[in-house]
């Protein structure tokens, strides 16, 4: 059921034109001076990380804010509520729009690295799903997050704790292994970090750090409780 | 359409709702009234199958809320006390939108969107954004997107405050005319007229409970007398006056403005009082109305 038809123009902008001209500026400019990692230049290096970060980006801020309104100001989901549409459809129904726009963002991405040629492996055919699976992992129980609060407030905490350093830290600008080890395991915990891995295996053609399997089911089992969590808090925000 | 015993909502400690009972037929239209915070819209909200019951026994078209939710909202119309139109879609797309949550094929979406717009006069809005809707639109586009199922039973919650005179007018048209075609229609007002011009029957609710039952014509002639005078004096306040007065009708009820005074005889309590010499600055007699019931029933006047 295709419950959100919204405003495309604005959104699908900023999602991949701002990525799109991060590459170009970082990758050209910067790229002179740091040379290669793991044997590729940086460009390549660093396109299916922004890519993934892109996604995980999207994922966020389409499940808080958005979400959070749609309990709040909106009241859409109270709409909803009011009619036969169940609260699985709803959380469901949301997490289709988030993979629409990360879908489309993510394959303009894909053309525009070719051009630049930034892919090196057929893999990269699979990118789109990754990123997806990254999109779903994040944003499901983020949405949950979003439905337990009253005050949009928690955004900036979320947004200054979780998001950006996860953005930095996650491999998408330099192998996590160059970070302390204690840290290290947050990386690891985090899902962009696997989402980065898998696309940056599809996208230049080597092997993930872990078993690919590995990084997938981790993908897999945190959209599965992300959604769970999810469906509980929808419920519980729209019983009384 | 409703049955209802005993039924119960508690928020945490707080009962809202504090076991009533109801029965609503077909075809009827059915009225709650009760000050703010009497737990009508949490009431509406049990019977629109958003809010599960705390306890008592609860039927909605014959079905169990909690366990056909689906099935009775597919059934229903709600327009609720706080709009929730969508703010992203304009009025047409509004309605197109939410038929499509009934698994309303498209073309019949837009066909009941067309038919509905004209029904609440709203066509030539129909590709405006809703934000720069008066608030008296938004409630018609509310009342149209509630009737976009064609249901059964049809919930509104307060579906007249805040509008104009002639918008009221209008919803009341609207709405009795829908009344006609046989559509039953459960509402929460604070407006005596609405509830005198639409309810078939209706109850009196406060602190969460059911205080008075009936047609308004009963509610009127079992709580209050046929008529009411309204005295203003320009000096004391007048709850001054209810021991001087005594005797005098048949109940007295001092406001903070005026001072109510109850009597099958309006124009006879009058001379009455001027018989024993009382020179009140304004005297009105008028016809009893359900206001005068509720403040009987409640003791308060009705506040917005
Ligand atoms: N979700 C909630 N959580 C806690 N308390 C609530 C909730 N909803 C309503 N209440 C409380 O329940 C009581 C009844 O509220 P309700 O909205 O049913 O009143 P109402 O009769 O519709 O009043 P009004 O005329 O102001 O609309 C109020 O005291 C209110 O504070
Ligand atoms: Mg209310």
Known sequence: MVLYRRLWQASVFSSFVLPVLFVVSIGIGVGGYVGEIDGWDYLSYIVPGILASGAFQTALSESTFPVLGAFKWTRSYHAARATPVRIIDMVLGWQLYIQFRVAAASIVFLLVSAVFGAVHSPWVVLTPLICGLLALSTAASVSAFSATIENDSYFSLLFRFVMIPATLFSGVFFPVEQLPAVVRPLAYASPLWHGVELSRSAMLGGATPWPWAVHVGYLILLSALGLWWAWRAYSKRLRD | ?304
């Open chain 2, 1 to 304: 359409m409703i049955y209802a015993r005993g039924l119960v909502k508690r928020f945490g400690e707080f009962t809202a709702v504090d076991g009533i009972d109801l029965d609503v037929a077909p075809g009827e239209a059915f009225g709650f009234l009760g000050p703010n915070g009497a737990g009508k819209s949490s009431t509406m909200r049990m019977i629109g199958c958003v809010s599960t019951p705390s306890g008592g026994e609860l039927r909605i078209l014959g079905k169990d809320p909690v366990r056909d939710g689906p099935a009775i909202r597919a059934r229903l119309g709600v327009c609720p006390q706080t709009d929730n139109l969508d703010p992203d879609l304009h009025v047409f797309e509004n309605l197109t939108t939410y038929a499509r949550y009934f698994g309303i094929p498209r073309a019949e979406a837009r066909r009941r969107a067309t038919e509905l717009l004209e029904f609440v006069q709203l066509t030539e809005k129909a590709t405006s954004m809703v934000e720069p809707l008066s608030g008296g639109m938004k409630r018609r586009l509310s009342i149209a997107r509630a009737m976009v199922n064609e249901p059964d039973l049809v919930l509104l919650d307060e579906p007249t405050t805040g509008l104009d005179p002639q918008a009221r007018h209008l919803v009341w048209e609207r709405l009795f005319r829908l009344k006609q075609r046989g559509v039953t229609l459960v509402l929460t007002t604070h407006y005596m007229d609405e509830a005198e011009q639409l309810c078939d029957r209706l109850v009196v609710m406060d602190g969460g409970k059911i205080v008075a039952e009936g047609s308004p014509r009963h509610l009127i002639d079992t709580y209050s007398t046929r008529e009411v005078v309204e005295l203003r004096f320009g000096d004391e306040a007048p709850s001054s006056y209810v021991d001087k007065l005594a005797g005098i009708g048949e109940r007295l009820d001092p406001l903070p403005d005026r001072l109510l005074l109850y009597s099958a005889d309006g124009d006879a309590a009058v001379s009455e009082l001027h018989r024993r010499g009382f020179t009140p600055s304004s005297v009105l007699v008028r016809r009893s109305t359900l206001e005068d019931v509720f403040l009987i029933l409640t003791g308060r006047t009705l506040v917005d």
